[in-house]
């Protein structure tokens, strides 16, 4: 079955990166963009960014501009997503979810856990 | 950039109750707009797609409707299991949620 399985939860300290990857199954990975929404404790849900996992070309919201950085390894069907110089307010579930020809997002991740205290 | 609203922002209902929500965008989308089911500590889960379309394996109970900047979501009749927040979404706009609760 069409699967997203995300890496673990992590802890970082203000002003480190956090990389974390979101292994595709059941279908071709290629064939489907991959964007990255994430979720602070009690709020709603906010888009990140997509890759082209193809192309390797990317998309981001303006507001992570110069601090995302998402790749892909396509021999592991793979996705990844690193956030850099993180901040409090970077703690967060962070979701990985394919898209559905550029329309909508049918398959998502179970989400990554990631808090940021000194 | 496109801004999508929401209301209400919760509310309590009981079983067998019908359910509306709408989710106004800030601009002309066609019917480029989906819908979102989130339980507590799960993903977000697909129901609705362009405007009106129920995603594979979501009870018909569920529904959508809409073009333009108005879209409404309905639950026919509200079921124990339905209790989750709501997010409607245009690409990379997600509304901010409605919360149903029993």
């Known amino acids: 079955q069409v699967q997203l399985v995300q890496s673990g939860a992590e802890v970082k300290k203000p002003g480190a990166s956090v990389k974390v990857s979101c292994k595709a199954s059941?279908?071709?990975?290629?064939?489907?963009?991959m964007h990255w929404v994430r979720q602070a404790p009690g709020q709603g849900l906010e888009w990140m960014g997509w890759i082209n996992p193809n192309s390797g070309g990317t998309n981001y919201a303006q507001k992570f501009q110069g601090r995302v950085t998402m790749t892909r390894d396509t021999s592991i069907s793979t996705a990844y997503m690193e956030l850099s110089g993180l901040r409090s307010d970077d703690t967060a579930v962070y979701y990985c979810?394919?898209?559905?020809?550029?329309?909508?997002?049918?398959?998502w991740g179970q989400g990554t856990t990631v808090t940021v205290s000194s | 950039d496109i801004q999508m609203t929401q209301s209400p922002s919760s509310l309590s209902a009981s079983v067998g109750d019908r359910v509306t929500i709408t989710c106004q965008a800030s601009q002309d989308i066609s019917n480029y707009l989906n819908w979102y089911q989130q339980k507590p500590g799960k993903a977000p889960k697909l129901l609705i797609y362009d405007a009106s379309n129920l995603e594979t394996g979501v009870p018909s109970r569920f529904s959508g409707s809409g073009s333009g900047t108005d879209f409404t979501f309905t639950i026919s009749s509200l079921q124990p299991e339905d209790i989750a927040t709501y997010y409607c979404?245009?690409?990379?706009?997600f509304g901010p949620g409605t919360k149903v609760d029993i």
């Open positions: 979810a394919r898209d559905k020809m550029g329309l909508c997002l049918d398959v």
């Open positions: 979404q245009k690409y990379t706009a």
């Open positions: 059941g279908y071709t990975f290629t064939g489907y963009y």
